[in-house]
Structures are given as structure tokens and as C-alpha cells.
């Protein structure tokens, strides 16, 4: 019996294979997911400028405010659960705003593994088998 036992675990573990896991880095296009409904009915009335975006003289700031979303990928391609990831943390920025104050989120930068990647047309997420992650690094103003 033992023997048996013995061979039946030794077969398992030779048949198992490894768990791979997967965190691969996307870019997806600003424009084309801001102009959609899911865009338009998720986030506020609150101004948003990418990367080095010029925007008015700020009557106050606050800098290097942070956000990291994630979101279960299961079932749900890279890109669109990196829309939903990077859409709630744009949302949680414009929040932080708003409960300080602010009116508008400036320098938005994409920040996955604290690795800054700037751009005025695309972001940055890291996916998964089963989670995709967004991470953002801006600045939260007053305009006049």
C-alpha cells in the first residue's frame, strides 16, 4: 500500500506543472477610451491634463498624489480590463480633488512599479491571468 501511495504522489508532482504568472505591460490609447460612454458616465466634471499638458496658473497645488487600482481580469481581455482599472483611478484622483478643494488633476503620469511613464496619449498597465493594475502619479490644483 505504501509503495502505491508513494508512486502516486512521486506521479503528481512530476505531472504538475508550474504555475506561471503573467504581468505583461500594455499601452493603451487616452483618446480613444475618453471619448467612450464608460468614460463619459464614470468619471466627473473634473479637468484632466496628461504628462506636460499646459493648463492655467494654479492658485494652489498639491503635488505627487498617488492612486493604485486594480481590477479582476478573469474572463475579460488586457485591454479592457486595463480601461476599467486606469478609468477608477482617474476617478480616485478627481475624488481627492474634490474632497480637497481642487478643480482640476494635473501631471498625470502612469506609475506600475513605480516605474514613471508619461505620455499625452496613452497609459500604462500591468495585466495578469487574473488581475490588471493601473498606477498613476499627478498633481491636484486650484484653477481660477
Known amino acids: 500500500m505504501k509503495k502505491i501511495l508513494i508512486a502516486c504522489i512521486t506521479g503528481c508532482l512530476f505531472l504538475a506543472s508550474p504555475a506561471m504568472a503573467r504581468d505583461d505591460r500594455h499601452k493603451f ?8 460612454d464608460k468614460a463619459k458616465q464614470a468619471l466627473y ?6 504628462a506636460d499638458q499646459s493648463f492655467p496658473k494654479p492658485l494652489r497645488k498639491q ?3 498617488t492612486t ?4 479582476n481580469a478573469f474572463g475579460k481581455s488586457d485591454k ?7 478609468l477608477s483611478a482617474i476617478k480616485a484622483l478627481q475624488e481627492r ?3 480637497e478643494g481642487m478643480n482640476a488633476v494635473v501631471n498625470i503620469k502612469s506609475n506600475y512599479k513605480h516605474n514613471e511613464f508619461s505620455s499625452r496619449t496613452e497609459f500604462e498597465c500591468g495585466a ?3 488581475i490588471a493594475g493601473v498606477a498613476l502619479k499627478a498633481d491636484i490644483v486650484k484653477l481660477p
Not at 490609447?29 to 467612450?36: F, I
Not at 466634471?45 to 496628461?50: A, H, N
Not at 493604485?68 to 481590477?71: L, Q, R, S
Not at 479592457?80 to 486606469?86: L, P, R, S, T
Request: net charge negative.
Open 68 to 71: 493604485n487600482k486594480k481590477t
Open 45 to 50: 466634471d473634473i479637468p484632466l491634463y496628461f
Open 29 to 36: 490609447s487616452l483618446d480613444e477610451l475618453m471619448k467612450t
Open 80 to 86: 479592457e480590463a486595463c480601461e476599467w482599472a486606469f
Open 97 to 99: 480633488a474634490e474632497k
Open 128 to 130: 495578469g491571468n487574473v
Open 63 to 65: 503635488t505627487g498624489i
